[in-house]
């Protein structure tokens, strides 16, 4: 451990470990198996950087690190050499040329390490070059990054992961340390079980993310409340809005552009050069909105993301969770905001209903996505319960001796509740009645007219207005009728059928509700007071001219602050990478309030190791004027 803190602050300029990072990389670096599973932003990269540097430097040889992009492979690789470490990566865009002179380095073990795609690694020619690396002694460690991607029941399953088993097959004397930002005991269970790490020990550290905001509301033109909720609360920022189709994600950046946001759209129907340089711009550019679909997003490293939005509810928590973790890396607060509706659920039951997999896969999935709905429809605490989907006690604030975080819209707001089951019980028995005298079914906009007394032309047309129950919840809101459908679809209680224009008809489970058996609990359909810019928060008060700090700052070292992150911009742009490679804004807050002097001032400052301090230094002391 004495060398690997050396390392800690020679290359990476940290004082300390952070969580569970010291005993990873111990273990790991002693030549032993491990899944650890980190939250977004918590330091996953160097629980295998600093062990394949300290195996390096003892003559152990490369380590190769399993990688699913190739936008990841290159900021990472380019802060490695940042830091005066050797790394490179073996990917689509190098030439041959190139390639073959990268293969060369690695097989005689001069790299320190090595990032490739799965699907090259378990190619013929990889594995081997993998055997005469090992023959060599210079085999040092495999690091497999994004490991959900091998389970079927993670978020983001990835075929290709799953022949990785060849590298414990074949190099069973190599260590392994498999990493994950997301997944719940059942995805664990799969990934120790497909990957052979029965043995390896599991490190997991907190799930908890306090800097980060949850709100979740209830839809109600959401593009409207998309764009008050950035205007409102973060105009200016870097952000990602996330929506489930392409068509979507086009209008959606569209209608953002027009409004005057810096926004982008990222889907996988773009030309792959529009897409890179989309994610280039969004990555290196400050103050750029990404709509995507889920195709963006793994392995984004952008510390300063202030807020992630979902216009359509993702498929389970471990998604949501991966997604939201994207905002606030920098441990600066950030919002993670999601707007949702009866047609998200419904959209999430078709595909899961529709999907050619078997039934217990399809079971398990719906019961992730009642999970999720639960989430949405909770009137607790959104922290706790986001905690406990992942296996661990909430043991920070409490209100009235409940669990509770004090940074989630139901904290701040808490919601009234009142009891749905009468509003249910109607819903079903028009339903039911619908079906009985009409011979059809159909969708819940018509049901819902029925059961508050309007006279349409296509009640009138059916002949409903007949029926016993029309207008028998006149009392209820539209919106108030909405979300007991909604919680209905999520329970089994009523199913849609995708075949037939989302019409409604009843099930097994319906009966418990009409009997009175099974209550039905919601939250009143209202939506919490706007928060403002002027909410209390750590770093508030930005406008979209001045950067925010991440440190309180006095107005000279403010402009000290603004003066290094224009110099870093520049330098950024002429290595081709992102500026938080160069120096994250942390680094840059913590030079702006210590105003140094001298080079001696500016060691021990987190984020500047020995060859940033060399590299950089000097530029940085002639930005201060000093």
């Known amino acids: 451990m004495h060398v690997a803190k050396e390392i800690l602050l020679e290359v990476f300029g940290f004082q300390a470990f952070r969580g569970p990072q010291q005993a990873v990389v111990e273990h790991v670096g002693a030549g032993g198996d491990a899944l650890v599973l980190m939250p977004t932003g918590g330091g996953k990269s160097l629980c295998y950087q600093i062990p394949a540097i300290a195996r390096q430097r003892a003559g152990q040889g490369t380590t190769v690190v399993i990688s699913p992009l190739i936008a990841l492979m290159h900021d990472q690789v380019g802060a490695l050499h940042e830091a005066g470490v050797s790394a490179a990566f073996l990917n689509s865009t190098l030439s041959m040329d190139e390639a073959a002179q990268i293969e060369r380095q690695m097989v005689r073990g001069e790299l320190t390490l090595l990032y490739a795609a799965p699907e090259r690694v378990t190619t013929a020619r990889f594995l081997a070059q993998l055997d005469a690396m090992q023959q060599r002694g210079k085999l040092s460690l495999f690091a497999i990054d994004e490991v959900h991607c091998v389970s079927q029941w993670g978020h983001d399953f990835r075929p290709e992961y799953r022949a990785l088993t060849v590298l414990h097959e074949r190099y069973p004397s190599v260590p392994r340390v498999a990493l994950t930002a997301t997944a719940d005991a059942q995805t664990r269970e799969d990934i120790v079980e497909r990957l052979q790490l029965q043995d390896a020990r599991t490190f997991v550290s907190s799930f908890d993310r306090p800097n980060i905001r949850y709100t979740i509301v209830e839809k109600n033109d959401a593009t409207a409340q ?74 984004i490293d952008k510390p300063d993301v202030r807020f992630v939005a979902h216009l359509d509810m993702p498929k389970n928590i471990e998604a949501y969770y991966q997604e939201t973790g994207r905002a606030g890396r920098d441990a600066t607060a950030a919002d993670a905001w999601m707007a949702y509706g009866l047609q998200d659920v419904v959209n999430q039951r078709r595909m899961i209903d529709e999907s050619p997999a078997g039934d217990d896969f399809k079971q398990v999935m719906r019961g992730k996505l009642d999970a999720l709905l639960g989430l949405a429809e909770a009137t607790d605490c959104r922290r706790v319960r986001l905690l406990l989907y992942f296996g661990e006690s909430y043991s920070g604030l409490s209100r009235d001796g409940v669990a509770a975080c004090g940074n989630c819209d139901n904290c701040l707001f808490p919601p009234e509740v009142w009891d749905a089951t009468d509003a249910a019980r109607k819903l079903l028995s028009t339903i039911y009645r619908v079906q009985q005298s009409s011979g059809i079914s159909f969708g819940a906009g018509h049901i819902m007219d029925i059961v508050r007394g309007k006279a349409t032309e296509k009640v009138m047309q059916h002949g409903h207005l007949e029926l016993s129950t029309f207008g028998i919840g006149a009392a209820f809101s539209e919106q108030q009728l909405r979300a007991v459908l909604r919680q209905l679809v999520a329970v089994d209680a009523v199913a849609v059928d995708a075949q037939a224009f989302n019409t409604l008809r009843l099930t097994q489970a319906s009966r418990a509700v009409l009997r009175g058996e099974m209550l039905v609990q919601l939250r009143d359909a209202v939506a919490p007071p706007a928060l403002g810019k002027g909410r209390p928060r750590a770093g508030s008060g930005r406008t979209p001219a001045v950067a925010r700090a991440p440190l309180p700052l006095d107005s000279a070292a403010q402009l000290r602050y603004a003066a290094l992150r224009e110099w870093r911009a520049e330098v950024a742009r002429s290595h081709n990478l992102p500026a938080y490679v160069i120096f994250h804004d942390t680094t840059l807050a913590a030079i702006a309030q210590r105003a140094p002097h001298s080079l001696d001032d500016l060691q021990g400052i987190s984020g500047i190791g020995a060859r940033k301090l060399e590299a950089y230094g000097d530029a940085v002391l002639q930005v201060l004027g000093t």
């Open 226 to 299: 998309l764009l008050r909720f950035i205007r409102g609360e973060h105009d200016g920022d870097a952000g990602i809005v996330y929506c489930q189709s392409r068509k979507r994600v086009e209008e959606i950046a569209q209608t953002l552009c027009q409004q005057g946001f810096d926004a982008l759209p990222y889907h996988a129907g773009l030309d792959a050069t529009v897409r890179q340089k989309n994610q280039d711009r969004f990555l290196r550019d400050e103050g750029v909105v990404m709509v995507a679909t889920i195709a963006f997003g793994m392995g």
